[in-house]
């Protein structure tokens, strides 16, 4: 569980597990080396009650009916405007199906890296890709790039924050780039990281 969305802290999480079992064991010992012994949480005492306070204020129902329907109206607008999302809308973020966003930009192009950056470029939005990037990799047998089924970008909106307004701002810019987008032709990357390389790979355009 991440404390972020859901406990409306800045920091932290949880992972759960039905009984005290080998797989509980296993990741507490994986804890120690990681964030310390079970006892310290794994963050600092102010985390700790601002988290627990947090999944209280989390459960409101007035809190959760703002919440999820701010999510919904983004996902509702882009839908309105035919950019492709999956469905149904979750409760933290909406989700853009790059490739059918950008059909013309083949997977090996990032497809989701390009629709990040022109978001960006258009609104100053910050979105994330899980897609090629993400979750693709080398095939240590054959040297070739894997790629995931799915190439999407993630809207997450941050809780407490932003207006109604500021969906529709998304939407607008989504709909400026949704008439320029045959220009987007796609990047490569010049630098990647050995692990997680979607947090520190640069790119280049194509040309």
């Not at 949480?41 to 809190?63: F, I, P, S, V």
């Not at 979105?127 to 990799?137: I, Q």
Request: aromatic share 10%.
């Amino acid at each position: 569980m991440s404390s972020k969305k859901d406990a409306l802290v800045n920091i932290g999480g949880f992972l759960a597990f039905k009984d005290n079992n080998e797989w509980y064991e296993k990741a507490v010992q994986m804890q120690i080396c990681y964030e310390g012994f079970r006892t310290y949480g794994g963050l600092a005492g102010r985390d700790l009650e601002a988290l627990a306070r947090g999944l209280y204020e989390g459960t409101e129902e007035d809190y959760l009916e703002d919440r999820i329907g701010q999510v919904n109206y983004l996902g509702q607008q882009l839908r309105d405007t035919g950019i492709p999302i999956v469905t149904p809308v979750g409760g933290h973020g909406v989700f853009v199906d790059a490739m059918s966003f950008l059909p013309h930009i083949p997977q090996h192009c990032f497809p989701g890296q390009s629709l990040t950056v022109e978001l960006y470029r258009e609104g100053g939005i910050r979105s994330v890709e899980l897609g090629a990037c993400a979750f693709g990799y080398i095939d240590p047998e054959t040297g070739q790039e894997v790629f995931p089924a799915q190439e999407l970008v993630r809207l997450t909106i941050p809780r407490r924050v932003y207006s109604d307004r500021h969906m529709d701002l998304v939407v607008r810019a989504f709909e400026a780039i949704a008439a320029r987008k045959k220009k987007i032709r796609g990047l490569e990357i010049v630098y990647q990281a050995e692990i997680l390389r979607h947090f520190t790979a640069r790119f280049r355009p194509r040309d």
